[in-house]
Nanobody
Framework: QVQVAESGGGLVQPGGSLRLSCTTS????????MGWYRQNPGNQRDLVAH???????TYADSVKGRFTVSRDNAKNTVYLQMNSLKPEDTAVYYC?????????WGQGTQVTVSS
């Protein structure tokens, strides 16, 4: 069982920045595809950013130009740098580690953008 843990959430004012981190216990982290998702109560969990094992990156249109996903395979960690945050970015952010058809999810970290 792979453990996934997010950190770095919190309360930030509109226009501010946060960096989320996701660390896994995966023994071969470099071969995992990693994704950041977000969800609000009553809504589906939506993809925010995705980075493959080879480094290919995809962003949701709503965060392009503001968010940056990256990974450090030596630290078993993927990051989500969030800049120019808006109130509509408020959500619980989840990290997903995927290998083959198997997904491992973290417990999520709350991000609240409010003045």
């Amino acid at each position: 069982q792979v453990q996934v843990a997010e950190s770095g959430g919190g309360l930030v004012q509109p226009g501010g920045s946060l960096r989320l981190s996701c660390t896994t216990s995966a023994s071969a982290f470099s071969i995992y595809h990693m994704g950041w998702y977000r969800q609000n109560p009553g809504n589906q969990r939506d993809l925010v950013a995705h980075i493959t094992s080879s480094g290919s990156i995809t962003y949701a249109d709503s965060v392009k130009g503001r968010f940056t996903v990256s990974r450090d395979n030596a630290k078993n960690t993927v990051y989500l740098q969030m800049n120019s945050l808006k109130p509509e970015d408020t959500a619980v952010y989840y990290c997903r580690a995927r290998i083959g058809l198997i997904d491992y999810w973290g417990q999520g970290t709350q991000v609240t953008v409010s003045s």
